[in-house]
């Protein structure tokens, strides 16, 4: 999910902790766990940071450690023990309760996303993702503004988020069917699909689609249960040539592979280099591309540049390249 609605969603387990005596006989732990919860409901993203040297490193990793098994563990432990030394008086077993439920939940509702997390890590280092729920779900966190606001009304935060987890419970149990209705519909417009990748957006009846098949990959838009092919290309095994075994060897490049499970790729000669790009088909935004790696060598096939991450332009690749317009 996205930061903001980590953010409300740490908040709504603050008001939800009212529900637990030890919290609300004790204002002192009442707000130890509301620091709690909203710092534990944020920490697993700290990974973000990554951006900050590139983006090879951030697809890499992002999700990764900070998303396992291990993390689940440490983080309530980190957090608590900071809270702990500044809210002494504090229940301590309490605290840590609530604020293991937020690390919990941050990382439970990020497998839902097509992204998806390591989740099960150090055990498989798998992606686990569900791809049900868009990176930002309106519904999730307007649901979530409208219980603070209640909150902020005098209605009580135990019982409000309490029925309002009642009803993102059954929010999701409707996404997987709608997701499974989905790929029925896919599969009948596309019976040679060997494997049918879907992506939520923001609207809950439109999906975008990419499609493997022994011959093609499709891209396609699935609305209200309609499914549209909007691009086909040709399935073509990538070539025995030096130009890619040089590229391969590009951080960008290696992350771009490691992330996309569907890409077409292109080798481009110009007077001074040879160009590579790999294409994510997974994110179509107005018939663009904008998810990318692209490698540059020269003649002897040593890179010259590289880089991976969203392009909305040639002109803004071509900045990120330092590249001469050509």
Known sequence: MDTGTHFVMGIALGGLATLD???????????????????????????????????????????????????????????????????????????????????????????????????????????????????????????????????GFGFPPGYTFLTIYFVLIIYYIARFREQRFIKAAVKKAIPAATKIILSPTMRYHRWKVAVIAEKHYYVARAENGNVTILDTFDRIPLPDSEILHAAKHDKNLAAFLSFSPIYRFEIAEFDEFFEVRFIDLRYRSNGFYPFVAVVHLDHDFQIKNSYTGWIFSEDKLRKKLKLIPL
């Open 21 to 151: 005596p030890i919290v609300a006989d004790n204002a002192l732990t009442a707000q130890a766990v509301m620091l709690g919860t909203i710092i534990g409901s944020q920490a697993p993203d700290i990974d973000t940071i990554l951006k900050l040297r590139n983006n090879a490193i951030y697809i890499r990793n992002h999700r990764g450690i900070t998303h396992s098994i291990p993390a689940v563990l440490l983080w309530p432990i980190l957090i608590t023990g900071f809270l702990y030394s500044i809210f002494s008086s504090s229940n301590l077993l309490h605290l840590w309760l609530w604020t293991f439920f937020a690390v919990f939940l941050h990382m439970f509702v990020d497998i839902f996303n097509a992204y998806g997390t390591q989740a099960i890590r150090p055990i498989s280092s798998k992606w686990v993702a569900f791809g049900i729920i868009n990176t930002f779900d309106p519904f999730i966190f307007g649901i979530h503004v409208a219980g603070l606001i209640l909150w």
